[in-house]
């Protein structure tokens, strides 16, 4: 599709025509998801003030729609304070270590029909390993700090990732049998044709299991005893201020949309339209006709769908206690997951079910 | 050309970081060393066309074994001069061990450069090849016995490590999470009408 950028740049040298092409795919995904990471702390400021009967931020710009950049403003212009005694080369690793992977794992989301950054055939097993590196830079945030907080929250969220992983990496087994490929653009195209051939309906536990997980491996509410600011204060991160802190902040919610948008992808159709289905057919020929179509509108619909979740459930459930949270991964999650996936198989090999033409 | 240089640097950090693994002071940098040399070596494995396996190298190793590691190690609290007591009893058994690995090494590189079949292995797939599908019909039908009895392995271990932790101390107080979960509201409130006063 970018063929024509392609002929423009002939009279670069291959390798260096490759990585502008390349760099043109990634800058425009990458200004609008910093752009959405923006405007999501907004919307969370404002949903759950209206949940709590509040008004939320109004004050800077219209209905405070600038808030967010009067908030970034303010974050680089603080002082970056690094604890005495404090590691400083993993101090300021760290934050680093918790953006990248909340970023590249973009690169192998299918975006619209055909289309995503890398089109790569093991696109499942790499989102899986990018979003477990996550982890890394709450643990070194924690251990660098050379505080007894952050090291507490360091410790909470070590624990806390790996237990939730394997319930995540055991749902996402449950995605690649009915879709019969770990590449997600293929899973997105078995799931053709309107909301009941998504497969949230065929795997129903496994798709609760996965936001779950995913709540708790971005370290939400409520699951997130790693910063739990009313028992260690703010967990990992309370030593870390200015820009440093602005990126924690930034990785935490793109972290958010990443895990909205892979639920999308693969239980909720991805880019294919909530009316592709027969039932719908009598609109086309009619003004209305482009609601069938599957593009990155419908994407986008389902992943602000998610993010709705994620602020609703952090407005609505208190904390969870750590050993609750131990419990409901080991005892109730993984489990559940394990009974999903072999009944799965006994109906892959019955031929039963949407997923029969999978394998 | 850009396979190679991405080989010889990843090669490089690879070495590098192994080497600072055994040599860091820090248990935790070691740790982080270990990391990066995991993650290099799924670099190099990428460019065998192996991304089943790398990226469950970093998957397994680095997203879940590590962060234990890293977990343990960080609350330790090393005393240098203990660890190296030993050292002199214990150098020549590991230079025999060390002496064997590197031959062992040398030798399967000798085999890849002198023609045999390990050489042919390693060349480039056709496009629509998938490494995932045909390590899972391997190790299904050809290696399906060995398969099983590593998943068995795996079970006992699992099954070993929670018996170690199991202990029963008496006098311990636990929480029923079925009868806590089971609680009604009318198990705790009792709501009573009082009369107003009334002068």
Not at chain 1, 1 to 14: H, R
Not at chain 2, 43 to 59: D, G, K, P, R
Request: charged share 15%; hydrophobic share 60%.
């Amino acid at each position: 599709m970018l063929e024509w950028l392609d002929n423009l740049l002939s009279f670069l040298p291959d390798p260096l025509r490759a990585l502008v092409i390349i760099v043109v795919q990634i800058a425009p995904l990458l200004i609008t998801l910093i752009l959405c990471v923006a405007f999501l702390t907004y919307l969370e400021r404002k949903i759950i003030g209206y949940m709590q009967v509040r008004i939320g931020p109004n004050r800077v710009g219209p209905r405070g729609w600038f808030q967010p950049f009067a908030d970034t403003i303010k974050l680089i212009l603080k002082e970056v304070i690094i604890p005495s005694r404090a590691n400083r080369f993993l101090f300021l690793t760290a934050p680093l270590l918790s953006i990248v992977p909340a970023l590249a794992t973009w690169a192998v989301i299918p975006l619209f029909p055909g289309f995503a950054i890398a089109e790569i055939d093991a696109g499942l097993l790499y989102v899986l390993a990018l979003t477990s590196l996550g982890v890394y830079g709450v643990i070194l945030a924690g251990w660098a700090s050379n505080s007894k907080y952050a090291f507490l929250g360091a410790m909470r969220s070590a624990a806390q990732i790996v237990a939730y992983e394997i319930a995540m990496g055991f749902a996402l087994v449950g995605v690649l049998m009915a879709g019969g490929s770990l590449n997600l653009g293929t899973i997105v195209e078995r799931q053709m044709g309107g909301f009941l051939n998504w497969f949230w309906l065929p795997l129903f536990p496994l798709f609760i299991v996965y936001f779950i997980a995913g709540v708790a491996e971005t370290n939400r509410a409520p699951f997130d005893v790693a910063e739990g600011e009313s028992e260690i204060v703010a967990g990992f991160h309370v030593e870390y201020s200015g820009v440093a802190f602005a990126i924690f902040f930034l990785a935490e919610y793109a972290n958010i949309i990443l895990i909205a948008a892979l639920t999308a992808v693969m239980f909720f159709g991805g880019w294919e339209s909530f009316f592709a289905g027969s039932w719908f057919a009598f609109l086309d020929g009619t003004p209305l006709e482009f609601v069938r179509w599957p593009s990155l509108a419908w994407l986008a619909v389902k992943i602000a769908f998610f993010l709705f979740w994620f602020l609703w459930l952090r407005a609505t459930f208190p904390r969870y206690r750590y050993d609750q949270i131990m419990r409901l991964g080991w005892k109730v999650l993984i489990p559940v997951t394990i009974v999903w996936i072999m009944v799965e198989g006994v109906m892959v090999v019955a031929q039963v079910g949407p997923w029969s033409g999978a394998t | 050309m850009l396979t190679t240089a991405i080989f010889w640097i990843t090669a490089t950090v690879l070495v590098g970081s192994a080497l600072g693994v055994i040599t860091s002071r820090n248990p935790v940098f070691a740790a982080l060393f270990l990391v990066l040399s995991f993650v290099t070596s799924a670099v190099l494995w990428l460019l065998i066309e192996a991304e089943f396996l790398a990226l469950v190298l970093v998957l397994v190793y680095v997203g879940a074994v590590m962060v234990l590691f890293l977990f343990v190690v960080m609350m330790l609290d090393v005393n240098m001069t203990v660890l190296r007591e030993g050292f002199a009893r214990y150098a020549p058994w590991a230079t025999i061990f060390a002496g064997v690995i590197v031959f062992e090494l040398v030798s399967v590189i000798w085999a890849t450069g002198s023609g045999l079949p390990v050489a042919n292995l390693l060349a480039g797939q056709a496009p629509g090849h998938s490494n995932t599908e045909e390590i899972g019909l391997e190790l299904f039908t050809k290696h399906v016995v060995e398969f099983e009895l590593a998943a068995f392995i795996l079970l006992l271990a699992i099954v070993a490590a929670i018996m170690l932790t199991l202990r029963q101390r008496p006098g311990l107080r636990r929480q029923n999470v079925a009868a806590q979960v089971a609680t009604r509201r009318a198990d705790r409130v009792r709501l009573v009408r009082v009369e107003p006063e009334r002068e």
